[in-house]
């Protein structure tokens, strides 16, 4: 069965003390992984996509990077404006259409 | 640019009681619409997804039913909803590239609460 897991479930970081968030999934073959940013009360914010092991991609503070069996997404020198939480989903290559599956989240809580 | 709505904003509504949240989108045309629940602490589930007028396809069977009445519009409907039907439900949207998958984008949510 498909299965996506966020790790750790909550993380509180000061201002400018950078870390990483793990998103560890089982697909029968992978086509995308996807992470998104989500405010309280408010619909997911697309970040990056990644298609192959190794690949990489970075928005100001933010870089995703995919594993065969994980991504992660590392934030450096976060701001408390980066507080949220953060979704990581894949697409299976069996599926017949784009059905993404998603992780719980990880909610992140920057502080100054 | 391309912009999705949601609909109402928030719901009370009582056990028993008829459901319809309506999405649309604009600035596309024939994208693929989805129906998500997001229940707390949780991950999204999705419900219904269509890639076109009258052609929809349910993912959990349940209470509730989608229709897709215009190209840009997908409304998630209920005859009598739940106690388990209350959450946060996401509409969104994706347009088929070319590529080997499609990114979707999220509208801003119902939060849907039944007494």
């Known amino acids: 069965e498909d299965q996506v897991t966020q790790s750790p479930e909550a993380l509180r970081l000061q201002e400018g003390e950078s870390s990483s968030l793990n998103c560890s999934y089982t697909?029968?073959?992978?086509?995308?992984l996807f992470w998104y940013r989500q405010d309280p009360g408010k619909g997911p914010e697309f970040l990056f996509t990644?298609?192959?092991a190794g690949e990489e991609k970075e928005k100001e503070r933010l870089k995703a990077t995919l594993t065969k069996k994980e991504s992660f997404l590392h934030i450096t020198a976060p701001k408390p404006e980066d507080s949220a939480t953060y979704l990581c989903a894949v697409q299976a290559s069996g599926s017949g259409y784009n059905k993404l599956i998603f992780g719980a989240g990880t909610r992140l809580a920057v502080h100054p | 640019s391309q912009t999705i709505h949601q609909w109402p904003a928030t719901l009370v509504q009582p056990v028993g009681s008829p459901l319809s949240l309506e999405c649309t989108v604009e600035g596309t045309s024939n994208p693929n619409l989805y129906w998500y629940r997001q229940a707390a602490g949780r991950g999204l589930q999705l419900l219904f997804y269509s890639i076109g007028i009258d052609q929809i396809s349910s993912e959990v069977p349940q209470n509730l039913s989608a229709s897709r009445p215009q190209d840009r519009q997908f409304i998630l409907s209920s005859k009598k909803l739940l106690l388990s039907d209350s959450g946060f439900y996401l509409c969104?949207?994706?347009?088929?590239?070319?590529?080997?998958?499609?990114?979707?984008?999220f509208g801003p949510g119902t939060r849907l609460t039944v007494l």
């Open positions: 697909v029968s073959g992978l086509r995308g």
């Open positions: 990644l298609y192959s």
């Open positions: 969104a949207w994706s347009e088929w590239t070319g590529a080997h998958t499609d990114t979707q984008y």
